[in-house]
């Protein structure tokens, strides 16, 4: 998938543009509980067990103080909760859907 020609922070969500108009707005709570790192989600064996990750999935008032891009492929949210560890891919974004 394409990089979005913009990204930024607007309020407490990540907003990304892409080329062809489409835009998407996450919420940072949202993103910090569905983070796709070891640390947040656990690590998946040889044998489809899951070991390790987070128990906790409410993340209200965690907000994204930055982020920084990943080659031309992802980017790295880092949260004021000091959660910095997941890499965000631009299609695991486009698949994230709000429940709000």
Avoid: C
Avoid at 8 to 37: C, I, M, Q
Avoid at 48 to 76: D, K, M, P, T
């Amino acid at each position: 998938m394409e990089a979005p020609e913009k990204i930024d922070l607007v309020g407490e969500f990540l907003a990304l543009r892409w080329k062809d108009g489409t835009e998407l707005f996450l919420e940072s709570h949202y993103l910090r509980a569905n983070s796709p790192s070891a640390e947040q989600a656990g690590e998946t064996d040889i044998f489809g067990r899951i070991s390790g990750g987070s128990e906790l999935r409410q993340y209200e008032g965690v907000s994204i103080r930055r982020f920084e891009r990943v080659g031309n492929y992802a980017v790295r949210l880092l949260f004021s909760d000091g959660h910095g560890s997941g890499i965000y891919s631009w299609d695991y974004l486009s698949s994230l859907q709000p429940t709000e």
